[in-house]
């Protein structure tokens, strides 16, 4: 297995990625930015290939078997102060900036995902260890990430590798067709 740096021609890769780990939360929110005439996966793609922002390619890491893309870590440093949360937030997305502000300073763990068919053959395993190791060097005491309550092999693998649940905020779905009823925000000492 080959983890690597992404680069800005990955950014179809990690549109497929974030919708993934995310239950097509952000394709949804694209599909409102743009509108219907609109392309949403075309707004992903830009901002999976900006050069700043937490989405943005300078952020992931994707593991390569076989020669193929086969998984994705994107991570960055959360705020050490987070502030209040804008009152234009739309009401989908407060409880996860409610579970953000909880873990200040961590390095946060966006999106793990692997595709279906290289499933079970030790990508997570391997993008956890590596995210460890780049909050490690960063100086960030911990790693903090948020799951919903429907992804059951990702919890179980969470678990095991030592992360502990801090909180639970109710998923709030509007018009966002999606099984979650919870999303969990889980951190790690990585020392």
């Known amino acids: 297995m080959l983890i690597r740096e992404a680069k800005v021609s990955d950014a179809e890769h990690l549109v497929r990625f974030i919708n993934m780990a995310a239950d097509d939360l952000p394709l949804h929110f694209w599909k409102k930015s743009v509108g219907a005439g609109g392309d949403p996966l075309a707004l992903g793609r830009e901002r999976a290939a900006r050069e700043t922002g937490s989405f943005s390619y300078r952020n992931a890491w994707l593991a390569e078997l076989e020669g193929a893309v086969a998984a994705c870590l994107l991570g960055y440093p959360a705020d050490a102060t987070p502030g209040p949360i804008d009152p234009g937030t739309p009401a989908i997305f407060v409880p996860l900036l409610e579970l953000e502000a909880l873990a200040p300073g961590t390095w946060y763990l966006n ?3 692997t595709y279906a068919p290289f499933r079970g053959r030790g990508c997570g395993h391997a993008l956890l260890a590596h995210a460890e190791e780049v909050a490690r060097r960063g100086g960030h005491p911990a790693i903090s990430l948020i799951a919903a309550d429907t992804h059951v092999e990702a919890l179980r693998l969470y678990r095991a590798k030592g992360y502990g649940e801090v909180a639970r ?17 889980f951190t790690k000492p990585v020392g």
Do not use: N
């Open 111 to 113: 999106v793990l995902a």
């Open 169 to 185: 905020r109710p998923v709030v779905k509007e018009d966002w067709q999606v099984d979650a009823g919870e999303w969990i925000l």
